[in-house]
């Protein structure tokens, strides 16, 4: 049982030689930038629009809030741990062996399973694009069966998933639907990471470049057709104009596609042995790179919930173009630069999530968890080889059976638990030597300061909002039953911290962080726990049936 928990010492030694030390702050900067503003923004931002209306811009600051605290988490052990992991390493670092595999399994549904749904909005945008071009894939090439079917099955008003239901040719009894274009791409973007990080990182930066200048466009142009009375739309059930329309409870059921927009950030800590200098540049990168994007998004919200009323937005899977389209501001040249721009994005949101998985696997490979294959560096790209296959594969072959909504909760609850046990992990660091040039997290006594920011806020929250703990306990609601809930079990996790705080001085920047990841998790829906849990359950047979038995900490 010692085992489980035991946890491993890192030393500043303790890092590869065959990885190319090559990246820089700005390259940091670049390739944060890189993954989140990427899908977030070119497509899953329609759904959460949708759902929250104009309040989603509050989600939007409350993740970039619990981001922002879970970054400093993250730079903490960046400079302690400059080794590749990333939460992996942390996790084995501060809670043990155990947890860290948890972690490193959580982390493939971050990245490969992330870089699926990726896949999925690559594939959207790029045919869509032809299609501007007057050239036409078959709809039964551009899809996933099982999204084809369900569509079919469901009587959705998608007209290119019916197509590819209704036309897509046998093989025997089977439908011939496959997503061609999500799967050449992820083959593309695998090549790219086997050959080099240094050419990876050239292309990456002139395609950031790109991207930015475009983004800055679509604000400066989406504002001249700005209504701000689409800032408060009527409900038509209460007859109210509301910037939540849909009340809170609508806001947070977007949790799951807003915080998909940030789930890049953390990928930059796997690239430590690549980085020079990483206790200094990580850390500066990851939230440089963090307050940059949480502006966009603020910036892009506001201007698609001014050009456009909310409920448009529903099943949109290209809003930043849709804004653009003749029904909405008729500006075609936009819509055709648009939809370029986000091929361009999410092509370099598939490059960082698709670097990030082999090295998360090279890292548990080199501590005996994963088979020693997975550490196999080649001999003159110097990239963690078989790993950089084994994550196309991975990636590729689910995008024949899977879907994107699918994906995208999936992806998120895993990423956010990952985020909560990065912030308990810096809780339970001892203190360290302050090294000059070196990021070191404030310590604040959270004793007294945290207790009173809890209690206060639920005390404000109550005096505004009484009607919502008058029914609090009733679950059995079915539009706010989870979420109530969800916000209990909240409410009580964060009393008995009030608690530990007061005994225990625990430091204030990662409770805060620790706290706002935990009210992320009140949006995720009971589908979403479950199939959690299930892969959870996967990874911990893989785990008894060989990581602890190959465990190289266990035979120290």
């Known amino acids: 049982m010692n085992q489980l928990f035991r946890r491993k010492n890192y030393s500043e030694t303790d890092t590869s030689t065959n990885l190319l030390r090559v990246l820089g702050v ?8 890189a993954a989140i503003i990427g899908a977030g923004s070119f497509s899953s931002l329609g759904e959460a629009v949708f759902r929250g209306g104009p309040g989603v811009i509050l989600l939007y600051l409350i993740c970039g809030f619990a981001c922002g605290f879970t970054a400093l988490c993250y730079a903490e052990f960046a ?44 594939s959207d945008y790029f045919t869509s694009f032809l299609e501007r071009l007057g050239m036409h894939i078959p709809d039964y090439l551009t899809c996933s069966y099982t999204e084809a079917k369900k569509a079919f099955l469901n009587g959705s008003e998608n007209k290119e998933l019916i197509n590819a239901w209704t036309n897509a040719p046998l093989l025997g009894s089977l439908k011939f639907i496959v997503d061609i274009p999500a799967l ?25 470049i790109l991207k930015l200048a475009v983004i800055v466009l679509v604000i400066l142009v989406g504002f001249s057709y700005i209504n701000t009375d689409n800032w408060t739309p ?71 919930t001014g050009m456009v009323d909310y409920r448009k937005f529903d099943g949109v899977g290209d809003p930043l173009s849709f804004i653009f389209e003749k029904t909405n501001a008729n500006v075609a040249w936009m819509e055709l ?15 960082v999530f698709q670097m990030g998985q082999p090295r998360i696997w090279y890292a548990m490979s080199r501590d005996g968890l994963m088979p020693e294959k997975f550490q196999t ?42 985020f909560v046990l990065v912030c308990a992990g810096v809780l339970l660091l001892p203190a360290k030597e302050k090294i000059k040039g070196r990021f070191h997290l404030p310590y604040i006594n959270g004793k007294i300061i945290f207790p009173v920011i809890f209690i206060g806020a639920l005390v404000g929250f109550y005096y505004f909002q009484p009607a919502f703990f008058d029914t609090l306990m009733d679950w059995k609601d079915p539009d706010q039953g989870e979420f109530r809930a969800s916000i209990f079990f909240f409410i009580l996790i964060n009393l008995g911290l009030c608690i ?11 409770l805060i962080g620790l706290s706002s990841c935990l009210y992320l998790l009140t949006g995720m829906s009971h589908e979403n726990w479950f199939w959690f849990g299930l892969w959870f359950a996967v990874g911990l047979v893989i785990y008894f049936c060989y990581g602890y038995q190959n465990s190289k900490l266990r035979k120290v």
């Open 500 to 510: 530990l705080t007061f005994i225990k001085n625990l430091s204030l920047i990662p």
């Open 79 to 122: 400079s302690r741990i400059p080794t590749a992991g990333s939460a992996y390493t942390y996790a084995y670092a501060s809670f043990g062996e155990l947890i860290a595999w948890i972690i490193g399994w959580a982390l493939i549904m971050e990245y490969s399973f992330g870089n699926i749904y990726v896949a999925f909005s690559w």
């Open 337 to 351: 630069v648009v939809s370029f721009v986000a091929i361009v994005a999410i092509t370099t949101v598939l490059l």
């Open 184 to 208: 050449i791409i992820n083959g593309l973007i695998t090549w790219l990471c086997y050959v080099g990080l240094k050419e990876s990182k050239n292309f990456n930066n002139s395609l950031v």
């Open 234 to 304: 009527l409900n038509p059930e209460t007859g109210v104009t509301s910037f939540m329309p849909n009340g809170f409870a609508g806001v947070m059921s977007a949790v799951s596609g807003v915080f998909f927009a940030y789930i890049g950030f953390d990928a930059l800590s796997v690239l430590s042995e690549e980085t020079k200098d990483p206790q200094k540049t990580l850390p500066k990168g990851m939230i440089i790179s963090l307050v940059l994007c949480t502006v966009i998004y603020i910036c892009l919200t506001l201007v698609l």
């Open 377 to 418: 560096v080649h001999p003159k790209y110097k990239t963690p080889s078989f790993a950089t296959i084994i994550t196309g594969i991975v990636v590729g072959v689910p995008i024949i059976f899977t879907d994107k909504s699918f994906i995208l909760d999936f992806t998120s609850i895993g990423t956010i638990f990952a």
């Open 26 to 33: 700005w390259d940091i900067v670049f390739f944060g930038i």
